[in-house]
């Protein structure tokens, strides 16, 4: 059961890092039916060939209103009106300022994931309020009586788990994850995604935290707290825990927290071999793979066992060269998972949930 049929906003932005959160929802999502996405350059592409070269049924429209129409002339009108570009700082321009105003007028309901919140925003409140639709702030920060603090029962919790690391911010954590997370399900090991970003709520996680909305003393606590979640309510045998950021980026630090909270079993790092700067800090080069493996392991005392790539900048029939490459200097499996079977890094969990 969605949450209902949405429309993904992404104007100007899809074929950006920007639009992070709408590849996300177009890819994969439990939350939604994802009806269309909005991006007027776009505009009559299929969102899933534009993005991954497979047709996946969800046309880009030029405007809201025409994507509208369009839904309820197939008989699957549209609910939901979700907000799909990651903005540097969540803030908001007037022209989205003005698109969300309009989607609201046309009764569609509101789910943001920006650190401004719209809930605050005495306009759209207003408006919200009018049209008898709800907005909901995905990032909104819990009240300080719902948060946790770190207990240290994460040593109860038996699940083999797995932190999905990256070299840079906006590489495919995320995507990655869930590709992980499939196909151990797929081959008969349970397996819950432990989200800790906006886009995993969005796409219907079960369990996780927005990390960068909380006060830094409950971070820990969050993380813990998701895990103990899934372990109780569900007890799978493995757990991925979706990185955010990356250990090295100064814009984006992040992953120690997720590495001393969550203590993970083993690691596997998400890498775009062809970037040469850290995202959002033009000028500041990446520091290389052995060094960032070494900083993991030296930091978490646990293995990396696998590189998976992003291969933004690589040619299709140069993919594999490159995962060579990476897997002959790291000794490593190295895989896409976009495009790549997944089977022996999940053959190689096995394994390693057997050793543990």
């Given at each position: ?331 490593l499996i190295t895989l896409d998972p976009l495009v790549d079977d997944l089977t022996p890094l999940v053959e190689l969990i096995r394994e390693k949930m057997k050793e543990r």
């Amino acid at each position: 059961m969605t949450d209902g049929v949405a429309l993904v906003y992404c104007d100007e932005h899809f074929d950006t890092m920007w639009g992070k959160t709408a590849h996300g929802l177009v890819r994969f999502t439990r939350r939604y039916d994802v009806a269309g996405v909005i991006d007027s350059k776009l505009a009559g592409k299929d969102a899933g060939e534009y993005l991954d070269g497979k047709k996946s049924g969800i046309l880009i429209y030029d405007c809201i209103d025409s994507a509208v129409e369009a839904a309820v002339e197939a008989g699957n009108p549209i609910t939901h009106f979700v907000f799909g570009i990651a903005t540097d700082g969540g803030r908001l321009t007037q022209k989205m300022r003005d698109d969300i105003l309009h989607a609201l007028s046309l009764g569609l309901n509101v789910d943001c994931g920006l650190h401004y919140f719209l809930s605050e925003d005495p306009q759209m409140v207003e408006a919200a309020k009018k049209h008898n639709v709800v907005i909901r702030d995905i990032r909104k920060i819990p009240p300080r009586n719902e948060l946790h603090s770190y207990t240290g029962r994460i040593r109860e919790v038996r699940s083999f788990r797995i932190a999905l690391l990256g070299t840079d911010s906006c590489v495919g954590k995320r995507t990655t994850a869930w590709k992980l997370a499939d196909a151990l399900n797929e081959a008969g090991i349970r397996t819950e995604m432990i989200g800790t970003g906006q886009t995993a709520w969005l796409q219907g996680a079960r369990y996780g935290v927005r990390m960068d909305s909380l006060i830094n003393d409950f971070v820990a606590g969050e993380i813990e707290h998701a895990i103990l979640s899934a372990w109780d309510e569900q007890s799978p045998d493995v757990m991925i825990i979706e990185g955010q950021g990356s250990l090295m980026n100064p814009l984006y630090p992040g992953g120690m927290e997720i590495l001393s909270a969550g203590q993970p079993d083993a690691i596997v790092v998400q890498h775009s071999p062809k970037r040469t700067e850290y995202d959002g800090i033009p000028g500041a080069k990446i520091h290389p793979l052995d060094t960032q493996l070494q900083a993991i392991r030296l930091l978490s005392g646990k293995p990396v066992i696998a590189v998976t790539v992003n291969h933004e900048m690589i040619s299709q029939d140069d993919i594999a060269i490159e995962c060579a490459k990476i897997a002959e200097k790291t000794h490593l499996i190295t895989l896409d998972p976009l495009v790549d079977d997944l089977t022996p890094l999940v053959e190689l969990i096995r394994e390693k949930m057997k050793e543990r």
